[in-house]
Each structure stands twice: as structure tokens, then as C-alpha cells.
């Protein structure tokens, strides 16, 4: 692997450059991931489609309102989900166990004692269940003729933020943790995903697909006065915990319609987008679903080589998808996961574990791994992970206020 810091921006990136011109005050330069796909024999790795595709029913099977599939480059594509296919397991802690449908969408509370999924084990959509890290008995919290995706507990965790169509479209609401009190909190006719709160939990950023819109915009909104607020363009944001700032972590395509994705992080002051940086970027593989640590001060993402990379036989992305983290300042990089199978979804909880979904066991279910120290997982490694790339750190030029707007 070789990490690289250009003194240039990439003109793949120009687009995006100009857009973050406008909305920062402030820019450093990215990291450079090369994540060259090892070699492979028989049929290539493949997207873990249960933890990438949200297909939406509207509220009434009837309806002729039906939500999008999504996945997790943005596309609202509408393909099929092709069968998980069989995984080594060495080094991993399995914590869900459906054997019929898929698991996706994990996120862990504050604490680290419950899982919140979303899942297809009792039906065709996606319903939010519940279970105890340590436990294997599940609650289901929805059950509706909708897709219910994206949980994600509230900082004092006692509520659940999630996306539906129960509405027609996708839109954001909070419930409690038993499932009750199910309240709205968007509306409208354009698609609403991906919630996290805010470290006070007043507030929740989302992304959002205009009606008519051809790009994925970042929103902010107040959850007891319904204020909302788009802060540029982005997908999949996410929330530091960390009370000392607003700072939100997302990905962004280097080229509008591309999905080669790199992650960025912004910080919110007076409630507009400042310091807007992109942590890192890959010239072969798209950067998706960052997470933070519990201290904010590191990330967890996906990476999925060559996006573009397709099978012949359903057109679906091919290329390998791995857990990696990183410092918020795009130093000292680690792969979490060894190669095997699709991971994806990462979530780092307080007990110092990444969880994942990863089909390494056949069916898509949640997974994990311990974090030892600033280098990945050491005490649950696999024996015989797959080969990663050597890391190369280069030093990053002082962009300094060269490049503030």
C-alpha cells in the first residue's frame, strides 16, 4: 500500500475541490490509500449487497409509491441481491446468526452492551431488531409493510434514530428503545438516510436526495424545533461523539456520479460547514461508511477496490471490501479485517471492538473485531489473514493557510 500526500489535487477531484472551496474556511490535504485487490482464484470477492442496498415498499405493498433502492455508493439502482457465498471465519467474533435473509446496518450503544440491526430474517424488508453484545436472543423493535435501515442509538442511549418508507419515501424518525413512541421527524418527497446524533443529542445530521436532484446533500436537524439546514454536498455522515466540537465525518464522490468515494470530516460552527477536509482518498478503491471511535479521535470506514469492477453475470460490484481505521488526521492506518469475504458497516463501540457485517460465514450477519493499540486487531488476528500492501508514510506538505478561502 502506498500513502501518499499530493502536493496537487488529482483533476478527478476538481469538481468536488471547487464545491469545498466554497463551503470551508479551512483545507488540509488528503491521505492517499493504494489498495491494490490480491490475487484471486475462481469466481472474484464480491459486494456484500445486504449491508449495501436498502430496497424500499412504500407504506401500502399497493401503493404505486415506492422508495428507491439504495445503496451504499448513493445509487438508487433497484438491482437484485445475490446469494452470500461461503467465508473463512478465523479470528472473528460472530454475534448474529440469521440463516435465512441478511443482517445489516449495525450500530452499537454507548455503552456497548446492545446491538441495533436491521435485518430480512422474518420478512422481505428490512425491520430494526435488537440483542445484547453477548447474547444471541433478538427483539424486534418494527414490523411493518416497510423497510426500516440505519439505527443508531441516541448518546444517552435510550432512543433509536432510524430511516423508513413508511411514509412512501425515506424519512427519519426516533423511537425508543422498546420500539414505542415512534415519532417523524422529516418528511417531504425527497429521501432521507443515514441519521446520527448529535453528542448533546439535540440534533441529527442526515443525508438527503432532493425529488429532483442528482447529488447526495448533507442536513442538520433540530429535533425539538424541526429546523433543518443542508451544509453541503455528502453521503452517510457521521457524528463525533466527542463534546468539544461538531465535527461530522462522510463520504463524498471525487466526481459527481462516480462512485470513487473518499472520506472527509467537516466541523459545524454557527451551524455552517468549516474546515472541510478530505482524510483519504484511494486510487483503486472507494472510501465508504466512516465511523468514529468513541473518543473522536479515529475512524473506521470500508473500502470496496475498484467500485467500477463489475460481474459479467448480474452487473454487481466484484472487488474486495475491507474494515480499515485511521487517525481524524489521516495518520497511522490499519486494516481491520484480513480479506476474506465482504465487510462492511463498520461501528466502533466502547468496548474497544469494530462491528461489521461480513458474509465470511456464508449468510450476512454482524461481526467483530478486537482493537489492540494504534495498530488494528492483534489479539483476535487471523493466523493466515490475506496479504495487505506494505504502508508507506509520506510527510505532508505544510498547506498551511495556502489554502484557506
Known sequence: MMIDTPRTVRPAMALAWLIVMSLCGCMTAPTTMDLPAPARSGEPERMNESAAVIRGSGSDENSSMVAPVINLFGELDGVARPPGAQRGSAGFQQHTFATEGYDSDVSVDPQGKWLAFASTRHAEHTDIYLQRVDGTSVTQLTNDAANDAFPTFSPDGKRIAFSSTRSGDWDLYVMDTDGRNIIQVTSGPGQDLHPSFSPDGSRLAYCSMPARGDEWELWVVNLTTREKKMIGPGLFPCWSPARDGDRIAFQRARQRGSRWFSLWTLDLVDGEAR???????????????????????????????????VRASDGKPAGQ????????DGGNR?????????????WWSANNRIFFISDRGGSENVWSARIDGATGYTAEASPAP???????AVASPDVGDALHH
Do not use: C, H, K, Y
Open 275 to 309: 474546515r472541510m477536509t478530505e482524510v483519504a482518498v484511494s486510487p483503486n478503491a472507494a472510501i465508504v461508511s466512516p465511523a468514529w471511535s468513541p473518543d473522536g479521535r479515529r475512524l473506521s470506514f470500508a473500502t470496496v477496490v475498484d467500485p467500477a469492477q
Open 321 to 328: 471490501q475491507d474494515v480499515w481505521v485511521i487517525d481524524a
Open 386 to 392: 490475506a496479504p495487505a500492501p506494505a504502508l508507506e
Open 334 to 346: 490499519a486494516r481491520i479485517s484480513d480479506g476474506r469475504g465482504a465487510n462492511l458497516s463498520p
